[in-house]
């Protein structure tokens, strides 16, 4: 699942960046979507660009806070295979770019009617589908930390 986030999110990556100049870009549905090539030097939503400190800082935190939480995770579970996949994928697509390019390519471009939600690429979806995924587990008492919680369960 990680390999095939982190191939398709490249792909298109390469694709944007061999296809549009920074800033410029294709309106796909109109007054919706387009695809605009961003450069984000930045976390999230393009908060603290340029900021090489505060993006390390926070991506070796996230590493430890994400170590911590899959301690314990019964890992012959599909959903957990996923979700790990799903956040694995993504975070190194944008690693690379980083590397690669010394910013994150975003270029999926969503709006309507003036507001305009910051653009993003294949790797954030992805880490946002998987960290939501969890949280949702965790709330419904999937994880396990919630099944220590919550004792064994009759009949299982």
């Known amino acids: 699942m990680g390999i095939g986030i982190l191939v398709l999110d490249q792909i298109g990556k390469i694709w944007i960046e061999h ?3 920074p800033g410029t870009g294709t309106t796909v549905v109109s007054g919706l979507f ?3 090539r961003v450069h984000n030097t930045g976390v999230a939503f393009g908060m603290a660009q340029g900021n090489n400190l505060l993006t390390g800082t926070l991506a070796f935190l996230i590493l430890g806070l994400s170590a911590w939480a899959v301690r314990g995770w019964n890992w012959e579970k599909r959903w957990v295979q996923v979700v790990a996949g799903l956040v694995a994928g993504g975070a190194v697509g944008n690693l690379v770019d980083r590397i690669r390019l010394g910013y994150v390519l975003d270029f999926l471009d969503f709006h309507y009617a003036g507001w305009s939600w910051p ?3 294949l790797a954030d979806s992805s880490i946002s ?3 939501s ?3 949702l587990s965790w709330m419904a008492g999937r994880s396990p930390e919630k099944r220590a919680e919550a004792g064994p369960r009759p009949g299982l």
């Open 19 to 21: 296809t549009y100049l």
């Open 34 to 36: 387009s695809l605009t």
């Open 119 to 121: 653009a993003f690429n």
């Open 129 to 131: 589908v998987g960290v």
């Open 133 to 135: 995924w969890l949280i």
